[in-house]
């Protein structure tokens, strides 16, 4: 029975994940640290490469189990979630934006005694801030689509190097992985690829397969560094995260300039309330899962003592 639970949890944890990672604006990450689980995620991504057999072992069956739920989050997303995101951009951006508001204060009392014992490392949020920033304003002045059907050796290179980029953005709360993408000219082709896949062409499989390498790259490559953040610059880092969630508030008001066929970015006019509160109570949710999932450890650990 606790397997099962265990199973659903990291199924809804992995799906969760999925969808914030599909669309550009918000970061799995995000979703992983509001949930209590980022540190767990990323030791376990460090280990399955890194770690002894008994380490690799566990992290292999806590990443299986999540990454069930993250690829039919993700199938789903990109069939459904990516033509609502070209559709009724306003709503989902204004979704997005009450999901962050509201995330904030939340990341900020879970590492309170951390931040308030190195609160000279706020000059972090500001740098964080100004890195996402920038990536939107590249974002914004990048409108250009990378051709992926011709295979030639500099199509291939340049997708790997770029799926090593997306994923180490993928992984940290406040930066999309999606965004990246956006700004190299491949979200509108991979996603279209991984579309056409879902639909049993496997003539784009050459290229999701150098994509999928890439990835492997990047977990390798930037989730040890992330990992060494975490345990020797806590403070500095969550400062960071901060910063990156609030710079993605820029981000996502920017958001509709970025799409295949460019909108104005959003105002007063097209915030959508109604979706705003709906990304409230998507994190209000979340919260209430989390706090559940503890509360049953908590009754587990009794049961043993």
Not at 56 to 71: D, E, N
Not at 109 to 137: A, D, P, Q, R, W
Not at 160 to 186: H, K, N, R
């Amino acid at each position: 029975m606790k397997k099962i639970k265990e199973l659903i949890m990291n199924f809804i944890q992995g799906f969760c994940m999925a969808l914030a990672d599909s669309v550009p604006g918000v970061s799995g990450g995000t979703v992983a640290f509001l949930l209590g689980f980022y540190d767990k995620f990323i030791s376990s991504l460090d280990n399955l490469f890194r770690g002894n057999l008994e380490d690799k072992k566990i992290a292999l069956k806590f990443l299986i189990k999540l990454g069930i739920g993250w690829v039919i989050g993700f199938a789903i997303s990109v069939t459904i979630l990516s033509n609502l995101f070209n559709t009724q951009i306003y709503a989902m951006s204004s979704l997005f934006i009450g999901f962050i508001i509201f995330a904030i204060p939340i990341v900020i009392y879970e590492e309170k005694e951390i931040l308030k014992s190195n609160y000279k490392s706020i000059i972090f949020t500001i740098l964080g801030i100004g890195l996402v920033v920038l990536i939107t304003m590249l974002t914004s002045s990048n409108g250009q689509t990378v051709d992926i059907s011709n295979l030639s050796l500099k199509t291939i290179i340049y997708v790997f190097i770029t799926a090593a980029i997306a994923i180490s953005a993928m992984v940290l709360p406040g930066i999309s992985g999606s965004t990246l993408l956006l700004i190299f000219g491949l979200y509108i082709p991979i996603t279209n690829a991984i579309k056409e896949f879902l639909h049993f062409n496997f003539s784009f499989f050459p290229i999701l397969f150098i994509f999928g390498l890439g990835i492997i790259a990047g977990i390798i490559l930037f989730v040890r560094l992330i990992r060494k953040c975490l345990d020797k610059y806590r403070s500095q880092t969550i400062y960071s995260i901060i910063g990156m969630m609030l710079g993605s508030l820029y981000s996502i008001i920017n958001g509709p300039a970025t799409l295949s066929d460019p909108q104005p970015a959003m105002s007063l006019e097209t915030f959508n309330i109604l979706f705003f509160i709906i990304g409230i109570f998507i994190l209000v949710a979340l919260q209430a899962f989390k706090f559940f999932i503890e509360k049953k450890r908590e009754k587990e650990k009794e049961e043993r003592c």
